[in-house]
């Protein structure tokens, strides 16, 4: 049995109930909110809720942000299984999960993603599905990138033929030419700074614009067009790994 793809919840062991009490506000939300967006993931999907880019890019999108930090793809599972995808309809789900699945190999972790892909595809079929792949960790090479780089091969076959399921690289130019990570990027090799933030949101934010006016059956507004810098949007480009027919 694979673990990674069985829903299963936290375990309290702090006893403070925290993430259950989060699980818990994530669902109430779903009953008071109307999303476009939904974000879906660990910290590096919680945090961006505190960056200004979140205000001036994201939360005129209409988004939700279901991110808990240290989640790995069981746990998502579960939340997203019990009520996380009740009550909305969203037109866009982005999930970035899976770099926390520690002692899991990159076919279980792979694996775990799929799950998850396919149960927001069983609960929100008219959602477009973005799967952001997992980051680079570390400031040198180590098992853990390697595991993550093997992760990501595997998503870009299993997503391949999908409706509707959009694989995108997150950092096509964090990794130095000497193989480190630099401190500017991720401030402890694991979380995003500022300026790590804008250069894996940015792009998806020109992706986002794009999939919520063929969604609308809209042109893109002109002055959204121009929101981001030519860079940014040369990166949304580079960015895209598959899209499914």
């Not at 109430?28 to 974000?39: C, D, G, M, N």
């Not at 945090?47 to 209409?62: K, R, S, V």
């Not at 002055?223 to 580079?238: L, P, W, Y």
């Amino acid at each position: 049995m694979n673990e990674a793809a069985v829903p299963c919840p936290v375990e309290d062991v702090q006893g403070d109930n925290r993430w259950m009490n989060l699980h818990q506000r994530f669902v109430l939300e779903t009953k008071e909110r109307e999303p476009e967006i939904l974000f879906v993931g660990d910290s590096l999907i919680s945090h961006l809720i505190y960056t200004d880019m979140w205000e001036t890019m994201f939360a005129p999108l209409h988004p939700l942000n279901f991110g808990i930090g240290g989640d790995q793809t069981q746990h998502v599972l579960w939340r997203l299984a019990n009520g996380e995808l009740d009550n909305i309809k969203p037109k866009v789900v982005v999930l970035l999960v899976g770099t926390n699945n520690h002692g899991h190999t990159p076919d279980m972790i792979a694996d775990g993603i799929m799950a998850v892909v396919h149960l927001i595809r069983e609960k929100q079929p008219q959602a477009h599905i973005i799967v952001m792949s997992l980051l680079p960790r570390g400031h040198l090479v180590n098992p853990l990138r390697q595991r993550n780089a093997q992760v990501n091969e595997l998503l870009a076959h299993k997503t391949a033929l999908m409706t509707r399921v959009q694989l995108v690289n997150t950092a096509p130019d964090f990794v130095l030419p000497d193989g480190s990570i630099s401190h500017l990027d991720m401030y402890d090799y694991l979380h995003l700074t500022p300026n790590g933030y804008r250069k894996v949101f940015e792009p998806l934010h020109d992706l986002l614009i794009q999939l919520l006016a063929e969604t609308n059956g809209t042109q893109q507004p002109a002055d959204e067009q121009q929101a981001g810098s030519s860079s940014s949007n040369n990166n949304a480009q580079q960015s895209l790994l598959h899209k499914g027919p």
